[in-house]
């Protein structure tokens, strides 16, 4: 949160309650420390459903085929996987809309079934009798500005009046303290872990928020990063108690995204 940017209107009887923050203290210099917070995460963050649970080897095809793949493409890797003892593939960015490239199809979560040859169930089933899991790739909180998505919502995008928004990676991010996106968000996701047997979700980030504004907060724009985060909660939160079942993953490789909270629900 930009502490400078942050104002928050209380009216009578509100209250506010701020984030938690966690110290820790080791006479064991660094290595203590790190110490520390591992088994503090572990035990009082982490959901007991997975704290302990190991996790499953899997391999993930996106630096073998970044967009360019099918699903014999992908058959042939998890059947190289499966020889070297994996136990999951992890189909990563492309799998839906028309997504060739970076620059489309962000927001519209539906499977390209020309492209994997059939529905993603069908696929998640050839990998199943190969003897692996499947698990999937996300980005939920961004939007591409070539999308059917956009094309419907363009007020959906986080971006400032009067001035050009800043398409970092090539896209731009939803605004997660609207309640129709979450709602959006959630609908969505639901729909494509219902349609197959998908166990893991690798939830990315790939770009920072900015362009901070938000049309539906009227002259409480420095409410909007707090509210974008409780936001981005309370999706988190919805989809992984409606998919107990499913291991998801927090990616932010290029969101710079460091969030302790986020790991009560990843």
Known sequence: MLFRSFIWTLGNNDAFYTPEAVLSYSREGYNGLSHNMHS???????????????RPILINNWEATYFDFSDAKLLKIAREAKSLGMEMLVLDDGWFGNRSDDTTSLGDWK???KKLGGTLKKLAEKINRLGLQFGLWFEPEMISEKSD?????????????DREAYPGRNQLVLDLTRQDVRDYIV?????????APIEYVKWDMNRHLSDAYSASLGQRQGEFYH???KGVYEVMDRITTAFPQVLFELCS????RFDLGMLCYM
Do not use: C, M, Y
Not at 43 to 54: F, K, T
Not at 149 to 161: I, M, N, Q, Y
């Open 111 to 113: 499977a390209n079934e």
């Open 187 to 195: 609908s969505a996701v639901t729909e494509v872990l219902e349609s």
């Open 149 to 161: 998505l956009f094309r419907k919502h363009p007020d959906w995008a986080v971006r400032a009046p």
């Open 253 to 256: 490789s290029g969101g710079n």
């Open 227 to 229: 509210r974008f985060i």
């Open 40 to 54: 503090f995460i572990s035990h009082h963050i982490i959901s007991p459903d997975w704290a302990q649970r190991p």
